[in-house]
């Protein structure tokens, strides 16, 4: 049973970080700045439109490292 116990451990910590990603993308919408950084890459044409949120990304990445390093020890 002892195998058991690590796994647990997982599956609950997939599961906050699971929770974590809903709230995030069901009030996404309510703050204003998710998205609009300046950085983040937007290209519209007549019947295209490009986006990616370079610095968005950038930024949740450092908070996803912070976090994790914290979490770690």
């Known amino acids: 049973m002892a195998g058991f116990d690590s796994i647990g451990k997982m599956l609950v910590v997939l599961g906050f970080i699971l929770v974590g990603i809903g709230l995030f993308l069901w009030l996404g919408d309510k703050i204003p ?5 300046p950085g983040d890459i937007l290209i519209k044409k007549e019947k295209f439109t490009f986006y990616f949120p370079l610095v968005t990304c ?5 908070l996803l490292t912070l976090l994790f390093s914290i979490f770690k020890k």
């Open 58 to 62: 950038i930024l949740v990445s450092l």
């Open 33 to 37: 700045w998710v998205g609009r950084l």
